[in-house]
């Protein structure tokens, strides 16, 4: 899934949307008693926990083709943990504004593979994120006190212990982040809270290496792009 262009994941999400709004819109209204005390509410809060898997899109430059030294070069990705509050603005019937705050822990590797000996170079890259992301969300009709979700929107993020500035590591990456969100869920109303579990997928939309034209690893690479999928799990109220 990492690979998944973006017109894949846009025409995804439009068909969510489409089925829920159609599948919901002929059974809502049934048994929604703890649905209809949280929608009372213009706003509410909450927190967001969750894991995340973290990698890099990496996109070789011209000087790729022609160095006799390095072979494959590729992101690779692992598991982290998100930590973010929650505060949820009603617009109408089934749109929210969410502005989440928060913390998330990451670690992703370039991995270089040489021509000589075909033995791979790990070179990995700890981060840890605070972030600020920004969402329109898209609710269908309840039915049971359950309702499905779509959320869309921007996230900027910044590496707090970002390897930009040191002296020691050769390949660097730039702190700040701007990323497009994009994430499907569904909210569960219980009598004191909302749980709600969500899939996001997360892409940046800028370069984020920091160009170094004397080492090598950094001059075959053309561009390198943030790329996040997130599971995560809501508590609101």
Known sequence: MCHLPSKKIVLFTLAFIYICSVVYGQIGGRENYNFREFNRKSYYFGINLGINNSNFKVYQSKNF??????????????????????????????????????????????????????????????????????????KSDPYKDKRAFVVAGLKYSFDVQSNSKSRKSLLKIAPHDFQYELGVGMQMFYPYFIFSPEIKFSRGLSNILIYNNTLNEARVLENVVSQIFTLSFNFEG
Request: glycine share 8%; charged share 20%; net charge negative.
């Open 65 to 138: 083709i022609g160095n006799d030294s390095i072979r494959i070069t590729e992101g690779s990705g692992s598991s982290g943990v998100n930590m973010h509050m929650v505060t949820n603005l009603k617009i109408g019937e089934y749109f929210d504004f969410r502005f989440l705050p928060g913390f998330s822990f990451a670690q992703r590797s370039l991995v270089y593979t040489h021509v000589a000996d075909a033995s791979s170079v790990e070179r990995k890259i700890e981060s840890v994120f605070f972030e600020l992301p920004f969402h329109l969300r898209f």
